[in-house]
C-alpha cells in the first residue's frame, strides 16, 4: 500500500539531488522574495535557470559550463520580449527585443 501523500509541502527551498546526493534541480526564493527555478547538470553547475524579477517579470536563461549567460529570454514592462545569444566571451552574437505579446 503506497505511503500517504502531504497535499502541500511548504519551504522556503527545494532541492532535487541525484543518486549522488548531487543538487540537480532546486526551486527557491531569493534575497529579494522573488522565486527561481535552476537546472544543474551532472557536476552541480548551473546549466539554465528561470526566475522572475522583482517586478514579477519572467526571465530565461541558459549558461555555459563556466556560468556564462549564453541565452536570455526576459520580459519586460508590457510584456515586450527581448532575446539574446552571447558567445563564451559573453559577447552578444544576435539579439532581438522591443516585441510585444
Known amino acids: ?48 535557470t528561470l526566475l522572475l524579477d522583482r517586478h514579477g517579470l519572467p526571465r530565461l536563461s541558459v549558461l555555459s559550463t563556466a556560468g556564462h549567460v549564453n541565452a536570455a529570454l526576459a520580459f519586460g514592462a508590457e510584456w515586450k520580449t527581448e532575446l539574446v545569444l552571447t558567445d563564451t566571451n559573453e559577447q552578444v552574437i544576435w539579439s532581438a527585443g522591443g516585441q510585444s505579446f
Open 1 to 48: 500500500m503506497a505511503e500517504p501523500v502531504p497535499e502541500v509541502v511548504k519551504a522556503k527551498r527545494f532541492e532535487l539531488v541525484d543518486s549522488e546526493g548531487k543538487v540537480r534541480a532546486a526551486l527557491a526564493l531569493h534575497e529579494d522574495g522573488s522565486p527561481g527555478l535552476c537546472l544543474c547538470d551532472e557536476e552541480g553547475r548551473v546549466r539554465a
